[in-house]
Nanobody
Framework: QVRLVESGGGSVQAGGSLRLSCVAS????????VGWFRQPPGKEREGVAG???????TYADSVKGRFTISQDSAKNTLFLEMNSLQPEDTATYYC???????????????????RGKGTQVTVSS
């Protein structure tokens, strides 16, 4: 089973940028669809972006045009480039994976069977 470790979180001011990384180890990366979800403080978890096994990209409406998901399969690494960050983007961001495609296409975080421990992103106004 793949193991996921996120990095790249931090604190930025509104309008700033961050790049999150997620390194996968322990299994064959390309057999999984991969994505990101987040949990704002005091709120429910929500899907952010996903890449399915056909490399089709899906984004939540709240991040379209600002966030970009990408991967380097040779390095088993998933990225989330976040631009024009706003205070409402403050959350713990989780990398996730699943053997099926549905999790990455629907951005239903409950469908990701494998999840990292998260990295904190704080955006101040």
């Amino acid at each position: 089973q793949v193991r996921l470790v996120e990095s790249g979180g931090g604190s930025v001011q509104a309008g700033g940028s961050l790049r999150l990384s997620c390194v996968a180890s322990g299994s064959t990366y390309r057999t999984y669809c991969v994505g990101w979800f987040r949990q704002p403080p005091g709120k429910e978890r929500e899907g952010v972006a996903g890449i399915d096994k056909d490399e089709r990209l899906t984004y939540a409406d709240s991040v379209k045009g600002r966030f970009t998901i990408s991967q380097d399969s040779a390095k088993n690494t998933l990225f989330l480039e976040m631009n024009s960050l706003q205070p409402e983007d403050t959350a713990t961001y989780y990398c996730a994976a699943d053997l099926g495609n549905w999790a990455c296409r629907s951005l239903d975080w409950t469908q990701f069977s494998i999840r990292g421990k998260g990295t904190q992103v704080t955006v101040s106004s």
